[in-house]
């Protein structure tokens, strides 16, 4: 992005710094729509530099969670840059929705909908909130640095748990039993602390919507995230429609599973591991290997994809491995003004792994889609779409995976496992968007009723064959191991919703390669120009998550699973 309002040399440093181009534009009168319009686009313009400045001093945060400078230079962007920014904000907001020609931008493509965004951003400010979300902020980072030093030893080696949990793939298994054991014990030890921190975070979250006017944190959430197109009430029809189209075939699985394993009992070491007893595949050497064959498989599917993951390697942009001091997770950050975005995960070896990275990279394919777009609002797709990119990228990909496993065999399992990976996905994003939803509409709770509310949730959506007797402490902590849970609160349906649009858009592509494709390209261009259901109807599929369209997509999964001879 080429700078108009901003020196070409400027930098993020202060506060002070950047306060003249937000009185600047505070001050300018706008007497024409050339004039807002021109607004507009110098005020988009000093958001994405700034966006990117976060962006960067969080990526470095992540990527070594040991570094007290890197974490502190996060720590005074939200400390002291962002609280800054937010009133002024506000004062903008109020400024555009007050000028006299806002009436004739506002039909043109995305304004209406930024818009919309800027009416909604005014409704829910509160300057009382301010230090509220700082706070927050700081204290959601926690979590990152708690998990991110989890580690523990086998035959006398450091692990990360990200590491640790490849060897649950073992056939051996006593070894699984054992380092299953570890790794549990280990989240345990932590498991009061990480308790008391979200207990925090919950007290903070019910402030702030108390504050905003809101009857709870769910609410205010709704508001915040621009949720115009479904209510709680759709929600809970979601978490309905699961338990009773998907979760029926989770038990089958599971079922499957201790059948072919041979077992008396299933227990939770036993789920990772390849039912048939063969050895755990192995997609990737290292994450040069991973990367250079991602961009191969990239290239099969479409030659702009591979050309985006070749520009982000090329500019440095990818941090993959697992490693100690690194926080857990896996995310692509949009860079706003530059547009390559970075790719940051804990990658060991495994087919989960690769598939991360395909997620990923479809999150960043959508990035390089949206970067020609005029406005830097136009380009911040709600997650919905987000994640449609991401998970429909996964099943894009799928004719090419044999870039990773050469042998017949292992390309079939590989497939296998991701679509029986998408059947245990529904269910999981089910219960820990319910358990968000109870945690938020009672915000008293005691940390004894949130385990109780949590193991009601968990057992409503779980299979009914692994056996968890003697381990139930580890069933009741489950949860702490979702980051969505303490650093981006209710995000988390959305997977759910973008993976049942996954599927659609994999379905088309197997009636019409070419088309669905175009398709899928066109619908991520939009960005947020246009609302939810548009851009999924611009990809050829319906944003819809009902029962009855729940249960086709799952038999057209079950059925691609029976072709497989699964």
């Known amino acids: 992005m080429e700078r108009i309002f901003l020196d070409k040399d400027f930098k993020v440093t202060d506060w002070a710094s950047l306060q003249p181009y937000y009185d600047e534009l505070l001050a300018r009168p706008l007497n024409s729509k050339d004039d807002l319009l021109t607004w507009f686009r110098h005020r988009s313009e000093l958001e994405a530099v700034i966006s990117e400045d976060g962006a960067w001093r969080y990526i470095k945060m992540t990527c070594d969670t040991t570094d007290d400078k890197l974490r502190e230079d996060f720590n005074y962007f939200v400390r002291e840059i962002q609280p800054q920014i937010a009133p002024y ?21 995305g304004y209406d909908i930024m818009i919309r965004e800027l009416k909604k951003e005014i409704d829910i400010f509160r300057e009382e909130n301010i230090p509220l979300q700082t706070e927050l902020q700081t204290k959601a980072q926690e979590y990152g640095r708690i998990a991110g ?31 299953y054991a570890k790794i549990s014990a280990r ?7 990480l308790d008391e921190l979200f207990g925090e975070l919950i007290r903070l979250r019910h402030q702030v919507a108390v504050n905003a006017g809101f009857a709870n944190y769910r609410d205010y959430m709704f508001k915040a995230m621009g949720r115009f197109d479904y209510t709680p009430q759709d929600c809970f029809d979601f978490h309905e429609a699961v338990a009773t189209e998907v979760v029926p075939l989770l038990n089958e699985l599971a079922r499957q599973r201790k059948e072919k394993l041979g ?10 591991v390849d039912p048939e007893g063969r050895p755990p595949l192995k997609a990737f050497d290292g994450g040069r290997d991973l990367l250079n064959k991602g961009i191969v498989t990239f290239e099969r599917t479409d030659p702009y994809f591979g050309e985006c993951l070749q520009t982000m390697d090329k500019m440095g942009r990818l941090d993959l491995e697992s490693r100690k001091g690194k926080a857990p997770g896996g995310y692509n950050y949009p860079l706003a003004e530059s547009g390559v975005p970075f790719i940051f995960m804990n990658a060991t070896s495994t087919l989960r792994d690769m598939v991360t990275l395909m997620h990923e990279g479809g999150h ?33 990909t799928f004719d090419n995976w044999d870039t990773y496993f050469a042998e017949k065999e292992n390309l079939q399992r590989a497939r296998q496992e991701h679509l029986e990976q998408i059947i245990e996905t529904l269910p999981w994003v089910a ?58 609160p209710f995000y988390y349906i959305e997977y759910g919703m973008a993976q049942l649009g996954a599927i659609a858009v994999w379905k088309n592509y197997k009636e019409n390669p070419q088309q669905a494709l175009a398709a899928y390209k066109n619908a991520l261009a939009l960005g947020y120009t246009t609302t939810i259901p548009e851009i999924y109807r611009t990809a050829g599929i319906r944003f819809d998550f009902s029962q009855a369209y729940i249960k086709e997509l799952m038999q057209f999964v079950k059925e691609e699973l029976t072709a497989m001879g699964a």
Not at 90 to 109: G, S
Not at 153 to 161: I, P
Not at 187 to 193: E, K, P, Y
Not at 263 to 272: I, K, T
Request: aromatic share 10%.
């Open 89 to 109: 904000s506000d004062k903008l907001n109020r400024k555009a929705v007050a000028c006299p020609y806002l009436d004739e931008v506002a039909h043109l493509r």
């Open 149 to 179: 030093a989890m580690t523990v030893t086998l035959k006398g080696e450091e692990k990360t748990l990200q590491q640790a949990a490849v060897e649950l793939q073992s056939t051996d298994r006593q070894w699984r039993e054992e380092v």
């Open 187 to 193: 989240r345990l030890v932590d498991r009061q602390r």
């Open 263 to 272: 077992v008396e009992r299933l227990r939770p070491w036993d789920l990772a």
């Open 364 to 396: 960043a394919v959508h990035a390089f889609l949206c970067d020609k777009l005029e406005l830097n609002e136009f380009k911040s797709t709600p997650s919905e779409v987000a994640e449609l990119a991401s998970m429909s990228m996964e099943l894009l």
């Open 431 to 488: 219960t820990i968007d319910k358990f968000q939803h109870w945690l938020y509409e009672n915000p008293q709770h005691s940390a004894a009723e949130r385990l109780q509310a949590w193991e009601e949730i968990y057992s409503r959506f779980a299979d009914n064959i692994t056996d968890w007797q003697g381990l139930e402490l580890n069933k009741s902590y489950l949860w702490q191991k979702q980051l969505h849970l303490y650093e981006v």
